[in-house]
């Protein structure tokens, strides 16, 4: 049976959205030229990657700040958000039938890959030891609503 959402931790409820991240990047690399079908798994992925970076930033990063140990893995991943953004940013300046669109989606991929393998496989086990357990629980709730909320805006109506 699945686990009560008000069990989960805040690594549990992180890897869901990183599957989505890999389904809709894997997916994206495959599309070719300005199809329905690319404009539709990049609108997906880029949300997916904007809400999950900032209501990961605000209820896993910046909690792990306060601490010295946190504050490296905090850098190292925020800069890496940072990459991933830019990439998108990139992509989206870029004309679907651009023959170089495909190369960025690619990059991004790998980008997404690396970053998702890190924190599963480095970072949430530092984390681990630093957060408490009720305080795992109880960012895996705040993460939630924050990440539902921003799935559901458009992102340039926030700047
Ligand atoms: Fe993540
Ligand atoms: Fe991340």
Known sequence: MPKREKELTIFEALRESHEKQRAFSEKL?????DTTERRELFEL??????AHAVAEDRFLYIPLMMSDAGLNITRHALSEHHEMDELLEKLTETEFSNSGWLAIAKKLSEVVHHHLQEEEHSF????????ADDQKKE????YQTEYTKYLNKDKDSLT
Do not use: D, V
Not at 45 to 50: A, G, Q, R, S, V
């Open 45 to 50: 992925l880029k949300n997916e990657l904007f």
């Open 29 to 33: 690399i495959q599309t070719s030229g």
């Open 139 to 142: 960012l895996a709730q705040k």
């Open 124 to 131: 949430f086990q530092q984390a681990g030891k630093i957060l």
